[in-house]
């Protein structure tokens, strides 16, 4: 006897969504609105006061980015998700919805810039302080956590060196200290790692990238696992206490599972405001829909890229769980079985001036500071998006000053690689000119 | 809200009040193998609008301490003696599922405590199927899901929670397998299959009972609710449409709209 619950597929197109209640239209329409009608003023005071459901201004909810939201939980496997208007926002809001001042992280030292940036000059300000941990350095994270740290937060491949993180060994970690495994899995998608699977209690997405998946559209989202235990210390007093920034709500005690979404939605969104656009949760509905489709393409594209690359005389060393000489790949087998991703990161022979002349010349490859698009993007991280970090700290980040990002799209592949063979060519030329 | 019963400590959820022994007691009780936040979208109502609200975590369920029951009509000699450590002399009984056949065995024997009941996704009876009884003693999480798939109508595999971006499946998952199966639902699914004694106990029920029912009730199908609401003397029946067993849930808002208007009828805070 098998259950007859939906299959992943299904799920991208179907869940979170009945035609039926929104007037037979098959596709989600975009509910361009700010704010609802309260049937009256005792039903207004319950939806403030948390007693029943539903919509009251769009800083909160919306019935289009609810559709996303629930969606996106059903694909992680999670109890409740929280769209935000970017990436970073979900992070930020992931983060401020368990800390306090006086709180210390744990974190991977090859996060993407822009979190690293959080959390080195933006959280230190209120007193929020950060120790970093290489990236496949597992012990390093139980040596880094204090009385005080309250989240391990990691990327399952950094950005953009393609460092495997061993999600569950590091999970474990942090549960044998009572803090939550905090995972972007922006690289991954749902639909390439499911990180709850794997130990993971909040996931986050940029869903800017592969969900949304065409270059169109900034999001953001965290999805609650339902099964961390907020109650087994007194570390996260402000969910399992009643709490006075909520009418003195136990957050906990009323909603259980979906505490974490809930305080992130109640406090959080109520009070730092980083909503997603209702059109930007259509389009972003509209690139989850292919998302199985868009990935199986990505990931076949990339392992033919991986092969390209590895073999050209104008690059120096590729990094991808499909190289051959990728040290984890083991653990990249059971963490990622549906396929590796489609980001790799490659040094160009001839360094920093030689990357610049390349990406000077790539013509159907974007130069432009975007990943998971479906058209194919590369960048050179030390210049651009990892620009705000000093040498030292580029160094512990694993990131080297002729490395190129690529994120490989849907393109025909000869095209691809006629395009890099072009730009290879050039940069050769021109390096020898200037010797 | 912590209290002691038989030695062993209970949680109850208080919809976001203090409990206060002046006002009315309503008691929420919860399905096989969940907790109190299943009714998350009924008790604060209830605790904002004049009533002390506990939604119970049965022994071993949720956050209470203890071993699980192990028949209903242990159960429901629990309940009152949670009523007596309050020091309460009466009481509405809610129930979903499992919970339902607790406050039939309970109205039965307690007439002068127990002054309204109301039942969502009830029968006299449970006979559960034997898949996954076995499932649930073998600790085996496939119990979960087809639970998960049998308990929910279009609202549960569709989407469309409530409170936006929730998930129906995932939740109810979630609190299941929070515990051991086999030591919370496993011994919750056994107590409902060996409970035979609900028509009987409804037959002597003269109290006011409402009756909520799913139309696409895979657990506790329509025509054993029908059945039962025929036994009730004093009894009232509402059937939603396009509804599965977790009416509370899946259609909140209805069901706290039929709660409120029976509870206030039969149960009022004046």
């Known amino acids: 006897m098998d259950p007859k619950t939906f299959k992943f597929n299904t799920k991208t197109l179907h869940s979170g969504y009945q035609p039926e209640k929104n007037a037979g239209s098959r596709a989600v329409p975009i509910y361009q609105t700010t704010s609802y009608m309260f049937e009256d003023t005792d039903s207004a005071a319950a939806l403030y006061n948390l007693e029943k459901g539903g919509h009251v201004y769009t800083r909160l909810t919306n019935p289009t980015i609810a559709v996303l939201e629930e969606r996106v939980a059903a694909l992680e496997g999670g109890t409740g998700a929280v769209a ?172 259980g599972p979906v505490a974490f979404s809930m305080k992130a939605r109640a406090e959080g969104m109520h009070n730092f405001g980083p909503t997603m656009s209702p059109t930007n949760a259509f389009n972003i509905l509209q690139g989850i829909e292919t998302l199985s489709l868009r990935m199986d393409k990505h990931c076949l594209n990339a392992n033919l890229m991986v092969e390209f690359l590895s073999a050209h005389e104008s690059v120096v060393w590729v990094s991808h769980p499909n190289t051959a000489d990728y040290p984890d790949k083991e653990l990249a087998n059971k963490i990622l079985p549906g396929g590796k991703g489609s980001m790799i990161a490659f040094g160009i022979r001839g360094g920093k001036q030689a990357g610049e002349v390349f990406l000077n010349n790539v013509k159907l490859a974007s130069h432009l500071a975007n990943v998971g698009d479906s058209r194919t993007l590369v960048i050179h991280p030390a210049s651009t998006t990892h620009s705000q970090m000093d040498e030292k700290t580029l160094e512990l980040a694993g990131i080297p000053q002729d490395l190129i990002r690529l994120s490989v799209g849907l393109e025909d592949i000869e095209d691809l690689k006629n395009d890099f063979n072009n730009a290879f060519h050039i940069t050769k030329k021109t390096l020898a000119k200037n010797k | 809200m912590k209290l002691t019963v038989n030695k062993e400590e209970v949680f109850a959820s208080t919809g976001g009040r203090t409990f206060d022994k002046k006002k009315p007691l309503i008691i929420f009780l919860h399905g096989s193998g969940f907790d109190h936040t299943v009714w998350m979208l009924q008790t604060r109502y209830f605790a904002f609008h004049g009533y002390s609200v506990l939604a119970l975590d049965l022994p071993g369920h949720g956050l209470s301490k203890g071993e699980s029951l192990t028949s209903i009509e242990n159960m429901a000699e629990w309940v009152i003696g949670v009523i ?83 998930s129906h499946m995932n939740i109810g998952s979630a609190l299941m397998t929070k515990k051991s199966l086999k030591h919370t639902l496993g011994v919750d699914l056994s107590a409902c299959n060996n409970y035979t004694n609900g028509f009987e106990a409804a037959e002597k029920i003269l109290l006011p009972v409402l009756i909520v029912l799913g139309d696409q009730d895979k657990m506790c199908p329509l025509k054993a609710g029908k059945k039962l609401t025929s036994i009730i003397k004093n009894s009232e029946m509402h059937i939603i449409k396009n509804c599965g067993h977790m009416m509370h849930l899946e259609e909140a808002s209805k069901t706290l709209v039929i709660l409120k208007k029976f509870i206030k009828l039969n149960y009022s805070t004046s």
């Open chain 2, 84 to 166: 007596e450590v309050l020091g309460c002399d009466k009481v509405s009984l809610v129930g979903h599922s499992q919970g339902c056949l607790i406050g039939l065995e309970c109205a039965a024997r307690y007439p002068k405590i127990i002054k309204s009941l109301s039942l969502m996704g009830g029968s006299g009876n449970m006979a559960v199927n034997p898949i996954l009884l076995s499932l649930a003693k073998k600790n085996d999480n496939k119990v979960v899901t087809l639970m998960m798939d049998w308990c929910h109508g279009p609202a549960g595999h569709f989407g469309t929670h409530s409170i936006p971006g929730m």
């Open chain 1, 84 to 255: 935000t208007a970017s990436g970073m926002s979900a992070i930020f809001l992931t983060l401020m919805t368990i800390l306090e001042t006086g709180d210390h992280i744990v974190a991977s030292s090859s996060l993407y810039g822009g979190t690293s940036n959080l959390l080195r000059f933006t959280l230190p300000k209120f007193g929020i302080n950060t120790t970093f941990v290489k990236q496949r350095d597992t012990e390093g994270y139980k040596k880094a956590i204090q009385e005080n740290t309250k989240c391990i937060l990691g990327e399952i491949l950094s950005n953009p060196i393609n460092e495997l993180m061993n999600l569950p060994a590091v999970a474990k970690i942090a549960h044998e200290a009572g803090i939550p495994m905090i995972v972007d899995s922006t690289y991954q998608t749902p639909y390439l790692c499911r990180p709850f699977n794997h130990g993971a209690d909040v996931v986050v997405h940029s869903l800017t990238k592969w969900m949304g998946g065409h270059g169109t559209s900034m999001g953001g989202v965290l999805i609650e696992g339902g099964k961390f235990n907020w109650e087994q210390n007194d570390k996260f007093s402000s969910m399992t206490k009643p709490y006075e920034g909520y009418h003195g709500l136990s957050f906990t005690e009323e909603f």
